[in-house]
């Protein structure tokens, strides 16, 4: 069972910075994709980045320019870069990682990390 593990989320003030970690069980050689979901109260959850196992970026139109997805294969970790923060940018951030296992793409998500920005 693949398990995921944020952290580094927390309160920062606009035009600060975080970098959030997602650590996952096992290699992450075998994951489709990994990427990075944010829900804030009342909205629905939205991609924020994605990462494929090829290398191919996708962001958030909110997010680009600012935010920075990478991975580090030897620790089996997931990273998320955020700049430039923005009080809209305030919500609760998951990993997500793809598998296809017998021919079914199979979906593992993380608890989620709160990120505020605020003054």
């Known amino acids: 069972q693949v398990q995921l593990v944020e952290s580094g989320g927390g309160l920062v003030q606009p035009g600060g910075s975080l970098r959030l970690s997602c650590a996952a069980s096992?290699?992450?050689?075998?994951?489709?994709?990994m990427g990075w979901y944010r829900q804030a109260p009342g909205k629905e959850r939205e991609l924020v980045a994605r990462?494929?196992?090829?290398?191919?970026?996708n962001y958030a139109i909110s997010v680009k320019g600012r935010f920075t997805i990478s991975r580090d294969n030897a620790k089996s970790t997931l990273y998320l870069q955020m700049n430039s923060l923005k009080p809209e940018d305030t919500a609760v951030y998951s990993c997500?990682?793809?598998?296809?296992?017998?021919?079914?793409?199979?979906?593992?998500w993380g608890q989620g990390t709160q990120v505020t920005v605020s003054s």
């Open positions: 990462l494929s196992s090829i290398g191919t970026t």
């Open positions: 997500n990682a793809e598998q296809v296992l017998r021919g079914t793409l199979v979906d593992y």
């Open positions: 096992g290699t992450i050689f075998s994951f489709n994709a």
